[in-house]
């Protein structure tokens, strides 16, 4: 009964190729996010998604791709995968904004590490 | 815009002592306000929040927080630390038309027996 969960959890690669990470919710939410962190460990804000419409495109390369086949999955699709690529992604999701706007809870999933050799 | 400041790199506290991880906010409007953790090779977990009403916020594994409008914080506490409180610590801000929450760097926990 996991409520977001990623697959892979793991990723090993070589430069240059394409690789996607999954991510489904079960909790009814209607925004997903992906997030980058680094080996800092700060947290990057990539893309997010209200019930299948992107919201937030950060500057990220456009070899980054998210696609949301319904309200419960965000896949991020990456091509030509490079050495500084190499980080933990995470998806996360929300209950809609509250009043103003604001941003309630995140649930975030436990992460995918993807190493780009 | 909107931003956190998390001063400390890393929190070093005796087990049994309190825990204090501060953390200071930027925003337009009234705030909401979060605290999440993140144990090694995990995701980060919610611990509690503040939306409005009693500025003390009680939230998962004994910790809380206190939401102080006038010096813009909403530092963590815990009253008695244990080992497995050691964690990295994060707090986040959503302010007024936002779309997205604002993170803080992180705060290293260390809790030494």
């Known amino acids: 009964d996991t409520a977001v969960s990623q697959t892979p959890k793991y990723l090993v690669t070589q430069m240059g190729n394409d690789k996607s990470i999954k991510c489904e919710q079960n909790l009814g939410h209607d925004t997903m996010y992906w997030y980058k962190q680094d080996s800092k460990k700060f947290l990057k804000i990539m893309f997010s998604?209200?019930?299948?419409?992107?919201?937030i495109n950060e500057t990220v390369p456009n070899r980054f791709s998210p696609k949301s086949p319904d309200k419960a999955h965000l896949n991020l699709h990456i091509n030509s995968l490079e050495l500084g690529d190499s980080a933990v992604y995470f998806c996360?999701?929300?209950?809609?904004?509250?009043?103003?706007?604001?941003?309630?809870?995140?649930?975030f999933g436990p992460g995918t590490r993807l190493t780009v050799l | 815009a909107q931003s956190v400041a998390q001063p400390e790199d890393q929190v070093n506290v005796a087990e049994g002592n309190p825990l204090t991880v501060k953390c200071t906010y930027s925003v337009s409007g009234n705030p909401y306000l979060f605290w999440y953790v993140q144990y090694p090779n995990r995701g980060l977990q919610f611990l509690l929040k503040y939306i409005t009403g009693d500025n003390l916020v009680k939230g998962s594994y004994g910790f809380e927080a206190e939401f102080n409008k006038s010096q813009t914080s909403f530092h963590l506490k815990k009253p008695s630390a244990l080992v497995s409180d050691s964690a990295l610590y994060f707090c986040a801000v959503s302010g007024y038309g936002n779309n997205r929450l604002a993170f803080g760097k992180g705060n290293q926990v260390v809790v030494i027996p």
């Open positions: 998604y209200n019930n299948k419409e992107l919201i």
């Open positions: 996360a999701s929300s209950q809609v904004p509250l009043a103003g706007g604001r941003l309630d809870t995140q649930y």
